[in-house]
């Protein structure tokens, strides 16, 4: 999402011809509950030159694909005996409290950034699922802080000031 009316926001070539008070106004119409329901919030940014031009190979599609697959088969066998959920977006507070309880370091970490963000109840919900797909990713079967971290991390329109 570009946040501005004129299209420019972090454009690579031109600049943002808005004033402050104009990005302010566009922003202020995504609500925050809006941005509650949105599980993974990131704003995109120009990829640098020397990323690009990396001639590391990253990881292959396939290799990502494999990881998604025994993922969601984790997730189908988790949730074999609820109907109706199939994969960790669909779990309610009961779910999320049975397979999606972090340790105490994660949960000092889940509370710090609670309160430094002024995240909602929504949002924490949002963080739990997120991180227990991250964790499912890895084939671990406890939620780690390091999991917790990155779901935080992907909470990015809830800053304030995130086009700033």
């Not at 808005?18 to 990131?42: A, E, F, H, M, T």
């Not at 940014?45 to 998604?68: A, N, Y």
């Not at 397979?99 to 929504?122: C, E, H, I, Q, V």
Request: hydrophobic fraction near 35%; aromatic fraction near 6%.
């Amino acid at each position: 999402m570009n946040p501005c009316p004129c299209g420019y926001y972090n454009h690579p070539t031109k600049a943002c011809v808005c004033s402050p008070g104009q990005v302010q106004k566009y922003l202020n119409k995504i609500s925050g509950p809006l941005l509650d329901r949105i599980d993974i919030q990131i704003e995109i940014i120009p990829v640098p030159f020397d990323k690009i031009s990396d001639q590391r190979r990253g990881e292959s599609s396939e290799t990502i694909r494999e990881r998604v697959i025994k993922a969601r088969q984790i997730q189908e066998k988790r949730y074999a005996e609820y109907p109706g959920i199939y994969c960790n977006a669909q779990m309610n507070s009961k779910l999320l409290s049975l397979f999606a309880r972090p340790d105490d370091k994660g949960l000092t970490l889940l509370k710090n950034a609670m309160d430094r963000l002024n995240l909602s109840a929504r949002a924490y919900d949002r963080i739990l699922k997120v991180s227990r797909t991250i964790a499912d990713l890895e084939g671990s079967e406890q939620i780690l802080s390091g999991h917790l971290a990155e779901a935080i991390s992907y909470r990015n329109l809830d800053r304030e000031n995130w086009a700033g």
